[in-house]
């Protein structure tokens, strides 16, 4: 067997560690190896290119579950093709979902960047308007943002 490769071996190639291999032994994303006749796992090449598979998707940001769920279970016929591919177009709407919610995030980080060099630049007071908002997160869930713009004038008045 010319492709046989020890645990150790099949680590380096794959860029993994020895302990990361069984664990995923343990998960069953690898297939249980052979074993010499002094009881070493040995495991062929095809196990490399599956190591790199998993740790190429775990950096996409799925999870070792949704991997196992990608991973061959018998025949690759239409019915394996069918149980990826829902699996994929539920991963790409939780994408969808969490591109949306960033791109919102990233508009706030925007404001509050506007926000503090107003500030420093001299045209809206002396107080922190994004420390300001984050501290009287209450106030402003229960005020309009103009109550709540009259008040920062009021205490940097004061």
Request: proline share 3%; glycine share 6%; aromatic share 6%.
């Amino acid at each position: 067997m010319s492709d046989a490769l020890r645990i150790g071996e099949l680590a380096q190639a794959a860029g993994v560690t020895s302990d990361t291999i069984r664990y995923y032994e343990r998960l069953r994303l690898l297939p249980r190896p052979a074993r010499s006749g002094a009881g070493y796992r040995i495991y062929a090449a095809t196990d490399i290119e599956r190591l790199q598979f998993i740790k190429q998707a775990q950096t996409l940001g799925l999870s070792l579950e949704e991997i196992r769920a990608l991973l061959p279970r018998g025949e690759a016929g239409l019915a394996e093709c069918q149980r990826v591919r829902d699996l994929l177009s539920a991963k790409l709407g939780e994408l969808d979902t969490r591109l949306t919610e960033l791109r919102a995030f990233r508009r706030r980080l925007a404001r509050y960047l506007r926000e503090c060099e107003e500030t420093l630049a001299g045209n809206r007071g002396d107080c922190c308007p994004v420390l300001f908002e984050i501290t009287h997160a209450r106030d402003r869930k229960t005020k309009p943002r103009v109550a709540l713009a009259r008040r920062v004038k009021q205490e940097q008045n004061a």
